[in-house]
């Protein structure tokens, strides 16, 4: 049963039956669906990027930050079932967290904004849409977002008190809940309306052109609109859940207790995001699922040329 126990300093100990019950069976189940996805989306934008492709490379970056917190999660499952895990590990997976969600927003903003000035403005900005521009852009994002998370933990002293990371406090204080409320905002509300107006202004361009055929305008805009669906999905939860922590929560641990569960619960629903980006991409994307048919058929020919070779020693042996 859950429990929240005050003390007369107004923290919180909180046990909560959602880590133990829920984490290690969903966090199993996307880490099964999870690592071998990403590793084969960044097969396919590597792929790809060797053709010159400059929307993979932000999709290679986006799998990295995706594969690496597909990583974390076994780390994630013994926490949650209160088993020893050392402080820098915890350190480390927390770090990766939440480099993961805000690093992923940035390059799906990349993605939406190259899409829009690709389809909108189709005989300018070319310089913006090469390879070695997105290279940098990438690179910009994964400092950005790493130099801010970091700056962050160590503002709210999480850095210096490693078991914070491991344990959360609660409840809040006002200064994490500060933190929470820009991480909403710029974190989220800030690419979210980028990500829409991209779409929309690419909706609506597509939808008065000729030169384009009816099934590119909808495979277009089927994977933007996959990817936006997928992260509003996966972080509006969470993101809605922060915003009521930072504004009833800081100093107040009754409300610590009736958002805990709930907030443990969105934290596990942002995974999805993780999972399913490869899976849509590789899933919409014709050029990406040209890669994994002829990645495929390499596969079945070096199986057909082992098989053969087995067969060969076989006969020879019984000869």
């Not at 990583?71 to 820098?88: F, G, K």
Request: aromatic content about 10%; glycine content about 4%; proline content about 3%.
């Amino acid at each position: 049963m859950d429990s929240a126990l005050c003390n007369q300093t107004n923290s919180c100990m909180y046990i909560s039956s959602v880590e133990w019950d829920m984490y290690p069976a969903a966090y199993s189940l996307f880490f099964i669906v999870g690592f071998p996805g990403n590793c084969l989306s960044l097969y396919v934008a590597w792929m790809l990027i060797k053709s010159g492709n400059n929307v993979a490379v932000y999709l290679t970056s986006l799998s990295i930050s995706d594969l690496l917190y597909t990583i974390t999660l076994p780390v994630w499952i013994e926490m949650a079932l209160q088993r020893s895990v050392d402080e820098n590990l915890c350190i480390v997976v927390n770090v990766i967290m939440h480099n993961s969600f805000y690093v992923g927003s940035g390059l799906l903003c990349c993605i939406s904004v190259d899409r829009y000035l690709a389809v909108v403005y189709p005989l300018y900005f070319h310089c913006i849409r090469e390879v070695r521009t997105a290279a940098a852009v990438s690179v910009a994002v994964w400092i950005v977002e790493i130099v801010i998370h970091i700056s962050l933990l160590h503002h709210t002293g999480a850095l210096q008190a490693s078991r914070y990371l491991c344990k959360q406090k609660i409840p809040m204080t006002q200064e994490d809940a500060n933190v929470a409320l820009v991480r909403v905002v710029v974190g989220f509300l800030v690419p979210v309306l980028i990500m829409t107006f991209s779409f929309q202004q690419i909706m609506q361009s597509l939808s008065q052109s000729t030169s384009i055929l009816a099934e590119e305008r909808r495979k277009v805009g089927l994977l933007l609109l996959s990817l936006l669906l997928t992260y509003v999905a996966s972080f509006l939860p969470y993101q809605a859940i922060m915003l009521l922590r930072a504004t009833l929560e800081p100093e107040n641990c009754l409300w610590a207790k009736r958002l805990r569960n709930a907030y443990l619960v969105t934290v596990a629903i942002t995974t999805l995001n993780s999972t399913l980006d490869p899976i849509i991409y590789c899933l919409i994307n014709e050029s990406a699922k040209k890669e994994i048919i002829q990645a495929m058929e390499k596969l079945k020919a070096i199986f057909k040329n082992r098989k053969k070779c087995s067969e060969g020693r076989g006969v020879k042996t019984i000869s």
